[in-house]
């Protein structure tokens, strides 16, 4: 699968992965940080989360046009920059004040507009190396490893976050209770009820320092506040130090891919060819184009629940400890010897010689091995906590991009590989399964609006989230990547940036309605958000499948 790449894909991939995870590790506790820093009910917490991942998401709409006049490499080299100032704006404690809220946003716009001068562009350069008919045919395969790497970067961020997280608690004789801080806003806001009052005073009790446990609730609820989300902000740095690798990454390599760097009007200016089209066959294409953007809003506003909806899920209504085999699940290290043994698995199939295969298959037991030994160790039950389900999604993406890669390339041998907007179409209709998962995990559930923020007394078990997410990742191999490869591949010359800006344009617009259920979080049954997800999937899966044809005619030319 890595044979016959260019080495400025591995580049690249690596340069993102840095990027992502310090992106990925501020995001895993952010919706956390917002509620329990400012006590902000779901609504208002969800609305502020989606505008910022809408923004992320729409600003390469600004940098692809930049690009298009002044060149990509320029673009994410500032981006990164940028990024690195909103990080770091981010990271400083505050008071949950007026300017505590005015710094927030102002680094959340920092890291949006970082993000779009860097991650649309970084992505047209790795299209660009595949315009080389030496390496064209390789395009798809290209992106699900590109989008492999990001997801490892993304994998490893949830562990990191908690363990900052805990680190920092720690040392402040605290441990990380779900309810606390709800409970500690209610406590101070003067809205607790004594039946919630009695359960903080429960929970302060539970707390390994003797002298917070013995402090006047009022207190200890405003220093497990100020300390739970200092501890954030720490996970909140972490994106500095992986932005500074990301641009190490890029420097060091550049020779690789500076190829690729070249828009069209520097492809002009150095006589280099450029493919000409038809003001009819730039119309069809970028009608095309926009079409598959429509239809995959409704995939992103469905699937970017991980941060908001499912982690709420996660908190409030799924048990906090994992037993049994499911542990091995919330251990980091465990899930990257078990991804990597996919590669290595694979690499006793596709060697060519007999000691590659021993050697592959060697390696492959020895981590098996490692990861049940690390798993021997492990505590039974295992306390867990709500964002390391994040992890699950990046996990399976770096799992399952091999196995995709070769069903799709053994389909491709025959001639039966289907076209990347049929991916997309089905993509749809998988995440509505994922959705269907949630709904029976949701049945004779309490509503968030009758549990008053505290957790719910019959939690579901872990499989719940865990299947979800494994669903939804195999909708998100289905769409994305293979998205990103169609608009590289499909885009006039002449607007590239901008059409891979408008595919962010859609996602940005799906990540604005992700705030759908965090709106209506507390005024329908909790079952009825998953149901209005999966039929919005299903409706857009339909719609998909209908524009078929019209897409197809287009993109031939």
Same mark, same amino acid.
């Given at each position: 699968?890595?044979?016959?790449?260019?080495?400025?894909?591995?580049?690249?991939?690596?340069?993102?992965?840095?990027?992502?995870?310090?992106?990925?590790?501020?995001?895993?506790?952010?919706?956390?940080?917002?509620?329990?820093?400012?006590?902000?009910?779901?609504?208002?917490?969800?609305?502020?989360?989606?505008?910022?991942?809408?923004?992320?998401?729409?600003?390469?709409?600004?940098?692809?046009?930049?690009?298009?006049?002044?060149?990509?490499?320029?673009?994410?080299?500032?981006?990164?920059?940028?990024?690195? =100032?909103?990080?770091? =704006?981010?990271?400083?404690?505050?008071?949950?004040?007026?300017?505590?809220?005015? !710094?927030?946003?102002?680094?959340?716009?920092?890291?949006?507009?970082?993000?779009?001068?860097?991650?649309?562009?970084?992505?047209?350069?790795?299209?660009?190396?595949?315009? #080389?008919?030496?390496?064209?045919?390789?395009?798809?395969?290209?992106?699900?490893?590109?989008?492999?790497?990001?997801?490892?970067?993304?994998?490893?961020?949830?562990?990191?976050?908690?363990?900052?997280?805990?680190?920092?608690?720690?040392?402040?004789?605290?441990?990380?209770?779900? #309810?606390?801080?709800? !409970?500690?806003?209610?406590?101070?806001?003067?809205?607790?009820?004594? #039946?919630?009052?009695?359960?903080?005073?429960?929970?302060?009790?539970?707390?390994?320092?003797?002298?917070?446990?013995?402090?006047?609730?009022? #207190?200890?609820?405003?220093?497990?506040?100020?300390?739970?989300?200092? =501890?954030?902000?720490?996970?909140?740095?972490?994106?500095?130090?992986?932005?500074?690798?990301?641009?190490?990454?890029?420097?060091?390599?550049?020779?690789? &891919?500076?190829?690729?760097?070249?828009?069209?009007?520097?492809?002009?200016?150095?006589?280099?060819?450029?493919?000409?089209?038809?003001?009819?066959?730039?119309?069809?294409?970028?009608?095309?184009?926009?079409?598959?953007?429509?239809?995959?809003?409704? &995939?992103?506003?469905?699937?970017?629940?991980?941060?908001?909806?499912?982690?709420?899920?996660?908190?409030?209504?799924?048990?906090?400890?994992?037993?049994?085999?499911?542990?091995?699940?919330?251990?980091?290290?465990?899930?990257?010897?078990?991804?990597?043994?996919?590669?290595?698995?694979?690499?006793?199939?596709?060697?060519?010689?007999?000691?590659?295969?021993?050697?592959?298959?060697?390696?492959?037991?020895?981590?098996?091995?490692?990861?049940?030994?690390?798993?021997?160790?492990?505590?039974?039950?295992?306390?867990?906590?709500?964002?390391?389900?994040?992890?699950?999604?990046?996990?399976?993406?770096?799992?399952?991009?091999?196995?995709?890669?070769?069903?799709?390339?053994?389909?491709?041998?025959?001639?039966?590989?289907?076209?990347?907007?049929?991916?997309?179409?089905?993509?749809?209709?998988?995440?509505?399964?994922?959705?269907?998962?949630?709904?029976?995990?949701?049945?004779?559930?309490?509503?968030?609006?009758?549990?008053?923020?505290?957790?719910?007394?019959?939690?579901?078990?872990?499989?719940?989230?865990?299947?979800?997410?494994?669903?939804?990742?195999?909708?998100?191999?289905?769409?994305?990547?293979?998205?990103?490869? &169609?608009?590289?591949?499909?885009?006039?010359?002449?607007?590239?940036?901008?059409?891979?800006?408008?595919?962010?344009?859609?996602?940005?617009?799906?990540?604005?309605?992700?705030?759908?259920?965090?709106? !209506?979080?507390?005024?329908?049954?909790?079952?009825?958000?998953?149901?209005? !997800?999966?039929?919005?999937?299903?409706?857009?899966?339909?719609?998909?499948? =209908?524009?078929?044809?019209?897409?197809?005619?287009?993109?031939?030319?």
């Amino acid at each position: 699968m890595f044979k016959g790449q260019p080495k400025g894909l591995f580049a690249l991939a690596l340069a993102n992965t840095g990027e992502r995870f310090g992106y990925y590790t501020m995001l895993a506790i952010f919706m956390l940080f917002l509620q329990a820093k400012f006590g902000w009910e779901q609504a208002l917490s969800s609305q502020v989360y989606s505008i910022f991942l809408a923004l992320v998401y729409f600003m390469p709409v600004v940098g692809g046009i930049l690009a298009d006049k002044i060149g990509y490499g320029k673009c994410v080299v500032t981006g990164i920059c940028v990024m690195f =100032a909103g990080y770091l =704006a981010l990271s400083i404690p505050t008071g949950a004040n007026t300017l505590g809220v005015v !710094l927030m946003l102002g680094a959340l716009l920092l890291i949006s507009v970082g993000t779009g001068l860097f991650k649309g562009n970084l992505q047209v350069m790795v299209g660009n190396l595949y315009d #080389d008919p030496k390496y064209s045919s390789k395009r798809d395969a290209a992106f699900s490893l590109f989008y492999m790497a990001i997801n490892i970067g993304a994998m490893f961020a949830p562990s990191a976050a908690t363990a900052i997280t805990n680190r920092f608690m720690g040392k402040a004789g605290l441990i990380y209770k779900a #309810d606390i801080p709800a !409970l500690a806003h209610q406590l101070l806001g003067g809205t607790i009820t004594p #039946d919630n009052a009695a359960h903080l005073a429960e929970l302060q009790g539970q707390m390994p320092d003797a002298s917070v446990a013995a402090m006047a609730p009022a #207190d200890f609820s405003a220093y497990y506040i100020e300390h739970l989300s200092s =501890a954030y902000n720490m996970g909140f740095a972490v994106a500095c130090v992986s932005l500074i690798i990301s641009i190490a990454i890029y420097f060091a390599c550049r020779s690789w &891919f500076k190829h690729g760097d070249v828009n069209a009007k520097q492809a002009a200016a150095a006589n280099a060819p450029v493919v000409e089209l038809t003001p009819k066959q730039t119309r069809e294409r970028i009608t095309a184009l926009i079409m598959v953007f429509a239809v995959v809003i409704f &995939f992103w506003m469905a699937f970017h629940q991980n941060g908001q909806s499912l982690t709420w899920f996660a908190r409030d209504y799924t048990q906090s400890f994992a037993a049994g085999p499911v542990r091995m699940g919330f251990n980091i290290w465990i899930l990257a010897l078990i991804a990597v043994s996919i590669y290595t698995l694979f690499g006793i199939f596709q060697s060519e010689s007999r000691k590659s295969k021993l050697i592959c298959g060697v390696v492959t037991a020895l981590l098996w091995g490692g990861a049940y030994w690390i798993y021997t160790g492990m505590p039974n039950p295992l306390e867990i906590q709500p964002q390391l389900f994040q992890q699950f999604n990046p996990f399976y993406v770096v799992f399952l991009t091999p196995i995709s890669m070769a069903i799709f390339s053994a389909l491709g041998a025959k001639g039966k590989e289907p076209s990347a907007p049929v991916k997309i179409g089905l993509g749809m209709f998988v995440a509505a399964l994922g959705y269907l998962i949630m709904i029976f995990g949701s049945i004779g559930q309490a509503s968030p609006a009758e549990l008053q923020g505290t957790v719910s007394p019959d939690p579901v078990v872990p499989m719940y989230l865990i299947s979800t997410y494994l669903v939804l990742t195999f909708a998100e191999l289905l769409l994305s990547p293979m998205g990103i490869s &169609f608009v590289t591949k499909v885009a006039p010359p002449k607007y590239k940036g901008l059409m891979m800006g408008l595919w962010f344009a859609s996602t940005a617009v799906g990540n604005y309605l992700s705030s759908i259920p965090g709106l !209506l979080w507390k005024a329908v049954p909790l079952w009825a958000n998953w149901a209005i !997800l999966m039929a919005l999937c299903v409706i857009a899966g339909g719609i998909m499948f =209908a524009m078929m044809k019209k897409i197809n005619e287009a993109t031939a030319s």
